[in-house]
């Protein structure tokens, strides 16, 4: 793992977790669809809950470990783990981490499963107390901080306000007050931020978005410190059992070679088309980091390197209505949730989402998440412009 860190991010992208398979040479590790490893001569003293050695896929398998080696290296991380799919990383990271009577602090914007898990089910369940907090204001991290808070957990960009959090300031509060911070760098991906580097102590990551690119796989990570990831595989790995599969696994590995070349794009892209959208009169609002007039700009240039990531959002000055006739007009780019994959993904968020409350008022009329994807950016401009036309909006 540690072989290759003195080489540049690229680099890594191609190498880190591969090697030339033993048994037959080839330059790609095999994918290993086995269930179950075989066992020593006397086995009986083995722990069957350990996810140490190869023993049964659930508690472990080659190909995740693959890719493991490569996440922990491309986010500068110690140790990873990967999952099933972003939400077992985000659920598994906290079943490991939190107790009954433990205080937690989360993003006003984050996941849907993010809210859902820690505003509804950790909460009545286990008895962890939990605090939403517009995390792009540093002073109020501070003022929620209690004595027993174990974890701030953070998401910059966040989904789907695109709204910016200080990671390396929240990292000094959570660490003054003996707790840890955990950041969802899915919008971004460790091409264009590295939480750990600015005193993070977890990252999470949806594989299903930019890392695996293809649309075509699930899969989650968390890259951290081994003491903290030896609890997850222990208590959330191995006994929730999230596993990601081996093909998935592979797949995540091989999409993830072009990240940095695609996450280039996707930052062209995207900032190309929120300049656009800017410009155009039917268009109420554009939610950008990169945009100079974005109130996260100056952070997401402190922190974000290399662009801004590709997703935006976006809001029409029409009514509810005309806002699904826009997206029927479309031709290139797709209606679907998910974002993140190669092709344009376009979403309507309606304005009765339950965590409306918690956005800016220019989101409380409905709006459009839209992950740019690394088609030609005239060719998208064009396809936006023409709808724009064809539902009469200009
Ligand atoms: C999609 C997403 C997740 C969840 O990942 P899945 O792979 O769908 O489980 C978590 N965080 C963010 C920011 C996401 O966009």
Known sequence: ???????DFSTRAVHSGNEIDKETGAIRRPITMANSYALPYDPTDMNWSSADGNLYTRNGGANQKYLQEKLASLEGGEDCVVLASGVAALSGLFFSLLRTGDHVIFSSV?????YRLLNELFNNKFKVKTTIVDTSDLEAVRAAVKSNTKLIHIETPGNPTLSVSDIEEIAK???ENGALLSVDNTFASPYSQRPIELGADFVVESLTKYINGHGD????AIIGKKEHLDIVRAQAQVNLGATISPFNAWLIMRG???????????NDNALKIALWLEKQPCVSFVAYPGLEGNNGHEIAKKQMINGFGGV????LKADHDTHNRFVQNLSIITSAVSLGHDESLIVFLGENDERQYLYPEEFHNGFFRFSVGIEDVNDLI????QAFQNTGLQ
């Open 256 to 266: 993830s070679v072009t990240l940095p070349l695609r996450m280039q794009r996707h």
């Open 312 to 315: 935006l959002s976006f809001g």
């Open 217 to 220: 796989a699930m899969g989650g």
């Open 173 to 175: 509060i959570a660490h």
């Open 382 to 385: 064009e396809d936006l412009s």
């Open 110 to 114: 984050t996941y849907i499963a993010v």
């Open 1 to 7: 793992m540690s072989q290759h860190n003195n080489l």
